[in-house]
Structure formats: C-alpha cells, structure tokens
T-cell receptor, first 112, second 116 residues
Framework: SQQGEEDPQALSIQEGENATMNCSYKTSINNLQWYRQNSGRGLVHLIL?????REKHSGRLRVTLDTSKKSSSLLITASRAADTASYFC????????????FGQGTILTVHP | DSGVTQTPKHLITATGQRVTLRCSPRSGDLSVYWYQQSLDQGLQFLIQYYNGEERAKGNILERFSAQQFPDLHSELNLSSLELGDSALYFC???????????????FGAGSRLTVL
C-alpha cells in the first residue's frame, strides 16, 4: 500500500494564520502528492514533490519532503476561510501501477 | 469542471437492487480509478483500469464489478445493494496510470448513492 497518514486529524485556526499538516508514509517513494477536498466534492490535486526534491512552493503552499524520515509537510500561509477543507497526501508512482490509497486526511477549519 | 464526468450525480434506490455508475475520463487520460467514500470508512480505493485492462484492485466487494470500454469510459456496477453501500463514489482519471511519469489524479464530482 502507498497510503499516506495525515496528522493532525483536525486543525482549527483563524484567518491569516499559517496551517501546517504532516504526512507519513511507509513504502519507498517516487513522488508524493497533496490533494484538497471541499465538503462533498471531488479531490483536487494541489502539489507534487518528487523524491529527489526537498522543498516545493506553489502560491501560498509550501511542501517539504524528508525521505529519511518518510515524512512530508504541507504549509498553507496566510490562510483564508476558503482554505477550509480536508487535505490528503498520497505516495504516488513507484511500481504499484497506481494503487493510490488515501489516508483519513486532515480536516482544516479556518475561522473568519 | 475537472474534465472527468460522472453520472448520475445522485441516486436513491432500495436494498437488493442493482445500479450502474458511469465515468468519462478527462480527454487524453487512459487510466480510470474508482473510489468509495463514506463517513466511517473514509476514501477507499476500489479498482483501477488502464486502457481497458484492470491494473490494480483494492477492497472491492464481490457484489461490485467494473469495466473500462474501448472509448475509455468506465462503469461501476453495484448489485445486491445493502444499506452500508450508501456512499459517495468517485471516479478519477490519469494520463499514464502510474506506468511512467507523475501519476496525478483528476477527480470527478462524484455520484452520491443512497440505499434505503
């Protein structure tokens, strides 16, 4: 399984604050991806970080990858109420031809 | 609009019945994935197809079956439905299905199944 495990399970912050979510995985990695899901909607791909990268930025998102600890973190800076969603990580690629399993996710609530 | 089309959006049926969920992948994508999302089980991987062939299987029940057709659309058939099958069913597509390059999934809006 290439499942990622997100931590914390839930995070509640005020608008303007930063939000940090963590992901741990068990198997070898090709790339790691983060997805967002607004309530009742399909997941949306946010960012991908390859195994040979340590940090990647996309707008207000910053992802880090530590392959020695088999962990990744997603930082959302200057959060907005619209960032309220569930966030999932998944270890993608490798040799499993895409059996992509998602964890329980982190539920982020941003209060206006 | 993600480019992945799922029909129907909502479906209400009775226990013991059979339903078919349909998915059209994003243009150019060869691989289709099916996921089931319920409150107590989270997002569960069911099955993956690549260019018409089954590639990976998850916790898909024997009462469920799927296929991918030559035009690359896919159908998920759910039979002998039980109350516990009530869930959101998502289809996702990707270009390579994990065979090469980055395997980024594009999800559809989902089909909400309610079994009464």
């Amino acid at each position: 399984s290439q499942q990622g495990e997100e931590d914390p399970q839930a995070l509640s912050i005020q608008e303007g604050e930063n939000a940090t979510m963590n992901c741990s995985y068990k198997t070898s990695i090709n790339n790691l991806q983060w997805y967002r899901q607004n309530s009742g909607r399909g997941l949306v791909h946010l960012i991908l970080i390859r195994s040979n990268e340590r940090e990647k930025h996309s707008g207000r998102l910053r992802v880090t990858l530590d392959t020695s600890k088999k962990s990744s973190s997603l930082l959302i800076t200057a959060s907005r109420a619209a960032d309220t969603a569930s966030y999932f990580c998944v270890n993608a690629g490798g040799t499993s031809y895409g059996k992509l399993t998602f964890g329980q996710g982190t539920i982020l609530t941003v209060h206006p | 609009d993600s480019g992945v089309t799922q029909t129907p959006k909502h479906l209400i049926t009775a226990t013991g019945q059979r339903v078919t969920l349909r998915c059209s992948p994003r243009s150019g994508d060869l691989s289709v994935y099916w996921y089931q999302q319920s409150l107590d089980q989270g997002l569960q991987f069911l099955i993956q197809y690549y260019n018409g062939e089954e590639r990976a299987k998850g916790n898909i029940l024997e009462r469920f079956s799927a296929q991918q057709f030559p035009d690359l659309h896919s159908e998920l058939n759910l039979s002998s439905l039980e109350l516990g099958d009530s869930a959101l069913y998502f289809c996702a597509s990707s270009a390579t299905g994990g065979l090469s390059g980055a395997n980024v999934l594009t999800f559809g809006a989902g089909s909400r199944l309610t079994v009464l």
